[in-house]
Nanobody, 124 residues
Framework: QVQLVESGGGLVQPGGTLRLSCAAS????????IAWFRQAPGKEREGVSC????????GYADSVKGRFTISRDNAKNTVYLQMNSLKPEDTAVYYC?????????????????WGKGTLVTGSS
């Protein structure tokens, strides 16, 4: 059974930090790229960051570039999203997703599996 389980969300003050985790099981992890998406209240889901299967390529949305860092630990089948200098506009449900293309992508249609999300709330 394929599972992607996000954790690490919570309430954070502006300028604060959080680290999200995405733990995967049920598929051949090493061949999959992983991406983080988010959906803010009343808005469409958007791609945030991605990492390819070899951890050699990462990508970021302009809105988080320089503040967020994605990484993966293949020994633990886990991807992390380190979020620094958080802003109120980062408030959203954050989802991780896996792509069998193995390529870093922020396109939803490239994703094969999705987690259920974790809520990040930036207080203002």
């Amino acid at each position: 059974q394929v599972q992607l389980v996000e954790s690490g969300g919570g309430l954070v003050q502006p300028g604060g930090t959080l680290r999200l985790s995405c733990a995967a099981s049920g598929f051949t992890w090493d061949y999959y790229a992983i991406a983080w998406f988010r959906q803010a209240p009343g808005k469409e889901r958007e791609g945030v960051s991605c990492i390819n299967s070899r951890s050699s390529i990462t990508g970021y949305a302009d809105s988080v570039k320089g503040r967020f860092t994605i990484s993966r630990d293949n020994a633990k089948n886990t991807v992390y999203l380190q979020m620094n200098s958080l802003k109120p506009e980062d408030t959203a449900v954050y989802y991780c997703a896996a792509s069998s293309t193995g390529l870093c992508s922020l396109r939803e249609y490239d994703m094969d599996y999705w987690g259920k999300g974790t809520l990040v709330t930036g207080s203002s």
